[in-house]
């Protein structure tokens, strides 16, 4: 069974800086997209960072030049790292990935989520 599990998350002052993991396990023969989502109380679920198979990154706009997305294709592990942080940077972050387990059942998995708390 494929899962995603986030680490990483906690309590920081504004302009410190988090970083977050995902690790995917299970039988995984492939992963395609990976992407770090976020919700706020109250609010929707807004995409913060994704990165494609191939390396490349997009990031929200409220978000740029402050947090990177990478990934560690040997470990099946995608991080962002978060710095300059700010107190709406606060939410569940959610990781998401796109993978291709050993039957060749491609599906979209969701990790349970990590909260990230910034503080004024």
């Known amino acids: 069974q494929v899962q995603l599990v986030e680490s990483g998350g906690g309590l920081v002052q504004a302009g410190g800086s988090l970083r977050l993991s995902c690790a995917a396990s299970?039988?995984?023969?492939?992963?395609?997209?990976m992407a770090w989502y976020r919700q706020a109380p109250g609010k929707q679920r807004e995409l913060v960072a994704v990165?494609?198979?191939?390396?490349?990154?997009n990031y929200a706009d409220s978000v740029k030049g402050r947090f990177t997305i990478s990934r560690d294709n040997a470990k099946n592990t995608v991080y962002l790292q978060m710095n300059s942080l700010k107190p709406e940077d606060t939410a569940v972050y959610y990781c998401?990935?796109?993978?291709?387990?050993?039957?060749?059942?491609?599906?979209?998995?969701w990790g349970r989520g990590t909260q990230v708390t910034v503080s004024s």
């Open positions: 998401n990935g796109g993978l291709q387990d050993s039957s060749g059942y491609f599906g979209d998995y």
């Open positions: 299970g039988s995984i023969l492939s992963i395609n997209r």
């Open positions: 990165i494609t198979s191939g390396g490349s990154t």
